[in-house]
């Protein structure tokens, strides 16, 4: 899963930064950033989350 993960990662940050110079790479940044603050909450959720042992 984490192989399959990056390739994809990967593959959708050079898909949207070979749109343009300035518009694809502001787009992988900021899809980037999204999905890190998704992540977070993500794993930020409260205290009746499930935790790792």
Do not use: I
Request: hydrophobic share 55%; net charge positive.
């Amino acid at each position: 899963m984490r192989q399959t993960g990056a390739t994809l990662g990967v593959a959708l940050m050079g898909a949207f930064a070979g749109l343009g110079t300035v518009t694809g790479s502001a787009l992988s940044l900021l899809l980037a950033a999204v999905l890190c603050g998704v992540v977070a909450v993500w794993f930020n959720r409260g205290p009746g989350a499930p935790r790792r042992a």
